[in-house]
């Protein structure tokens, strides 16, 4: 995908220079600054973008009832930010399979979160452990609340949940949410796929490295 053509180099720019905080590819290669009320969001890096993408946002969508729509972050907690003519490649590999891209540059999902407000985010059950571990928020400012209290208030405050789809580990047992402790407060804002709606063994980085 070009990202130099008509309007869409436009916000692109507006993108990259946080003028705006996210936009819409659509399948016909149409942008948007206008972004969907309460989309259902699988968000990724996409490299590549693969079946197991495809099947995860597609149970979702039928447990939901909504469209589905895959999302990227320009900026990442610990990465360089993606280069434009990445992301034109990532886009077009999405949209050229009929899906709709959310390009952000919101990394974290209290970020994300407050830009697209009652949302439902897919995510699978390695993302959803780090959700609720302490561990992986090292620059919290210690205070009453803990990271993942103050993580999970603004991601409710925002009205939005979770759809986790479980993973099989190093011991070929299948985890899904109910395997996990969810504080009390918080287990409404967390709906599980269950194993026999989706489940995919595919890895993006095993992919990755059988193309190199």
Do not use: W
């Amino acid at each position: 995908m070009c990202l130099t053509r008509n309007g869409l180099m436009n916000s692109i720019d507006r993108l990259y220079s946080e003028e705006i905080p996210a936009l819409v590819i659509a399948p016909s290669d149409e942008i948007s600054e206008s972004l969907p009320e309460k989309p259902l969001v699988l968000a990724g890096s996409f490299n590549p973008f693969h079946d197991g993408h495809r099947e995860m946002l597609a149970a979702a969508s039928q447990l939901t009832g909504k469209v589905g729509y895959l999302e990227i972050s320009i900026q990442n907690v610990d990465k360089p930010l993606l280069p434009r003519p990445e992301l034109g490649r990532r886009a077009a590999a999405i949209t050229s399979e009929g899906v709709s891209l959310i390009v952000t540059s919101a990394p974290r999902f209290t970020e994300k979160s407050s830009v697209l407000p009652g949302a439902s985010f897919v995510i699978g059950f390695d993302t959803f452990v780090r959700l609720l571990d302490e561990k992986y928020y090292p620059d919290h400012v210690a205070g009453e609340a803990s990271p993942v209290e103050n993580s999970l208030n603004l991601i409710e405050e925002n009205r939005c949940k979770f759809v986790v789809a479980g993973r099989k580990d190093n011991q070929e047992v299948f985890n899904e949410l109910s395997v996990v402790d969810i504080p009390p407060r918080y287990r409404k804002m967390f709906i599980g796929l269950s194993e026999s709606q989706f489940r995919s063994d595919i890895s993006s980085t095993e992919l990755r490295n059988r193309s190199k």
